[in-house]
């Protein structure tokens, strides 16, 4: 039986990667966009994973992250070597920046999660 932290921790994951799912399907559906759809049924199914503690959501909780961290940082290099900021004062480049901090910081938390408190105690298979 997990301790209280370790319980709002798994259940604060479930709540981002279910809540992240939920407003993408939306988007998607809204948008007729059925094909960017995977990652946020991928994030329901890996909500549903950790909410039953399934060993398999380890993986789809370390992809999912994995992927959404990549790629912010990857359109935010292309941001900075097209000279996108380069007018802008470090302030405004700051604030532009701080929601994918912010969203890769809850990416990383979600994988501590379930990297700490998906484990299978020692001497089981």
């Not at 959501?57 to 940082?73: D, P």
């Not at 480049?93 to 990383?108: C, E, M, Q």
């Amino acid at each position: 039986m997990p301790s209280r932290v370790a319980a709002l921790q798994i259940w604060a994951t479930v709540i981002f990667l279910g809540g992240y799912g939920l407003w993408g399907l939306i988007a998607c559906w809204r948008a007729h966009a059925l094909v960017s759809a995977i990652g946020p049924a991928a994030s329901i199914v890996a909500a549903a994973g950790v909410a039953f503690r399934q060993p398999w959501s380890r993986a789809l909780v370390f992809i999912l992250a994995l992927f959404f961290v990549s790629t912010w940082l990857y359109y935010t290099w292309l941001a900075v070597a097209g000279g996108f900021y380069r007018a802008w004062p470090p302030r405004n480049v700051a604030l532009s920046l701080l929601p994918g901090l912010f969203l890769s910081g809850i990416a990383v938390f979600c994988c501590y999660v379930v990297a700490v408190r998906l484990r299978r105690p020692q001497g089981q298979t």
